[in-house]
């Protein structure tokens, strides 16, 4: 009795701290109690996609039948749906509590530098409110992105735990190790652009071998049983990617994860992009003049141009210049894909045919002079940096940074309609039955019995929401400010340090650094795909950078603090 009133007055602080921490996740989800889903059942290239993926994975199909879109996007989101299915889940409380979950996890990890308990639960707070976790863009839409938040918080959150606890026993990494190799595969394959999170692990995995290299002055075998451990995420990583492949392999003869960088549709696309445009249009590497000079050297892209471009003024419409009658890089590949469909290559080994010709007859051309070649930016496969993109990309960095500070745009609800179409209310049936959330009808309809019940029981959270998310967009910017020049100060303070040779600030600069480092390429990887591809600045894109921001502006408001008190004190 002794030894557990002795543990409770040790540790009361620390209880209190978890009882408030559990609280403030309920209110959280109590929140989201009775809000709809947003059946987007038009966006075919999106939600609705994988809406399809996942019925079919129900039916024990995998992604169904072979067509233009099934390969295009992974197959991690419809098999978590299922998996909330089969546990008779509610997605939209699955995506909240897995993002509170992701928030505590986060915190955890970087309680070494935020001992104070006042300041680790504001933090916490704030980023357990974060307005993105509200976006009907985000958690209402049935679609990936609802996860890249949570996921992001717990790659980085994760890593930097190994990094703060890089000198002490094995013992204390396995949890995060645990944590890093089941998230990290889900999260690589769950967009196609997650490359974006590279830099931030050289970095971190870097500097966490190096300052224990530093405080052992030698090679012990308990770095070399770290080192392992880092490398045990990665193969997780490759055994996913490979089980994917294997099931594609399985379903359509070919072994790839993506058919996009594995298999001869990216080739194809490559030789297309690498053709000199006569005419240059923002954002256009293949306008129509290029389509007509590209049939006339290969018989085999001559055959799917007419659809080409028909597939082309259909989606011109999502343009920024939807009247030019030319398609922005970012749908090109998606129109291609369609085009071959549309004219009669309809099987997987056909399309493959078809684009291995396209290829090989192109590259030909090229070769041969018939076609100009033009350089290539080699990550992105888009067509060479011009001159005039300079100031556009500079001023889209700065068009990011305001939307994602003053959280433009961001709003939740309980009414908005997810189609009014009657010919698409089975396919919105389809998103509430492998979801398990309602969706809103227009009123006078049959599935809109008692709707006006539903819609009532929810105003007083909708409402909290949307005030929260006003106080956030004012907090954003302010916190942003003030982060960005504690940063700077923090970098001025630990260089001033070091010269005296006191170390103590390094630690802290290394995450906020490595934090602002995965923000910063995130955004810059967006404002070049804006400024180059096609229009960008959304929260789909942009939705990871929203707990991240916060977590670096408090950081390093709290290093800074840390510092000028601890100098009046002395």
């Not at 009775?34 to 075919?44: D, E, K, R």
């Not at 306008?287 to 597939?311: G, N, W, Y």
Request: with cysteine; hydrophobic share 50%.
């Amino acid at each position: 009795m002794l030894k557990i009133k002795e543990f409770f007055e040790k540790y009361k602080y620390g209880i209190l701290c978890g009882i408030i921490i559990i609280i403030l996740a309920v209110i959280k989800q109590c929140l989201m109690i009775n809000i709809p889903i947003l059946a987007y059942v038009s966006a075919g290239e999106d939600d609705a996609l994988m809406i399809k993926f996942a019925m079919n994975i129900l039916q024990g199909n995998w992604l169904g039948d072979y067509a233009y879109d099934t390969l295009m996007k992974g197959p991690i989101f419809p098999l978590i749906l299922v998996f909330m299915n089969k546990m008779n889940l509610s997605y939209i409380f699955t995506m909240t509590c897995f993002y509170s979950i992701s928030c505590i996890i986060f915190m955890i990890s970087i309680r070494k530098l935020v001992k104070n308990k006042i300041a680790f639960l504001l933090i916490y707070t704030i980023l357990l409110f974060n307005p993105i976790m509200f976006s009907k863009n985000i958690i209402q839409r049935v679609y990936r992105n609802a996860l890249i938040p949570s996921f992001s918080l717990l790659i980085i959150g994760g890593y930097i735990g190994l990094f703060l606890r890089r000198n002490e026993k094995i013992r204390f990494w396995i949890p995060w190790i645990i944590i890093e190799s089941i998230i990290l595969p889900l999260f690589y394959y769950t967009r196609e652009d997650s490359i974006w999170i590279i830099p931030f692990l050289i970095f971190i995995i870097a500097s966490t071998i190096i300052g224990i290299i530093i405080k052992e002055r030698k090679i012990k075998l308990d770095l070399i049983c770290k080192i392992i451990l880092f490398i045990i995420p990665f193969i997780c990583l490759t055994l996913l990617g490979n089980w994917i492949a294997s099931q594609n392999e399985k379903y359509y003869g070919l072994r790839t994860k993506n058919v996009m960088t594995e298999s001869n549709f990216g080739p194809a696309i490559e030789a297309i992009f690498a053709i000199k445009p006569n005419v240059y249009i923002d954002c256009v590497t293949v306008p129509i003049e290029k389509i007509d000079r590209m049939a006339k050297v290969s018989e085999s892209f001559a055959s799917i141009t007419p659809a080409l471009k028909q597939t082309v003024v259909s989606y011109n419409k999502w343009d920024r210049n939807p009247d030019d009658g030319e398609i922005e890089d970012g749908w090109f590949t998606w129109a291609l894909k369609s085009a071959a469909v549309d004219s009669g290559y309809t099987t997987f080994s056909e399309e493959q045919v078809l684009y291995a010709r396209i290829c090989e007859d192109l590259n030909k051309a090229m070769s041969e002079g018939l076609l100009e070649r033009q350089a290539l930016v080699p990550f992105a496969k888009t067509s060479s940096w011009r001159s005039k993109y300079t100031w556009p990309f500079i001023k889209s960095i700065g068009q990011i940074t305001k939307f994602i500070a003053t959280f433009e745009d961001i709003s939740i609800s309980n009414t908005e309609v997810s189609t009014d179409n009657p010919e698409l209310f089975d396919v919105v049936k389809n998103f509430e039955n492998i979801s398990g959330d309602r969706a809103i009808y227009p009123n006078n309809v049959e599935n809109s019995n008692g709707q006006d019940e539903f819609i009532k029981s929810s105003n007083i959270q909708i409402n909290i929401c949307n005030a929260l998310i006003k106080i956030y967009s004012y907090l954003g910017v302010i916190t942003l400010i003030l982060g960005i020049i504690s940063y700077i100060i923090l970098t001025i303070f630990m260089i001033k340090n070091i010269l005296k040779k006191n170390f103590d600030l390094v630690q802290n600069w290394i995450v906020v650094s490595a934090i602002l480092g995965a923000i910063f390429t995130l955004i810059l990887g967006i404002a070049y795909t804006h400024t180059t591809t096609v229009y960008s600045i959304v929260y789909l894109y942009l939705c990871a950078v929203y707990p991240l921001y916060f977590a670096f502006s408090c950081l390093s408001i709290k290093s800074i603090y840390e510092k000028i008190n601890k100098t009046v004190k002395c």
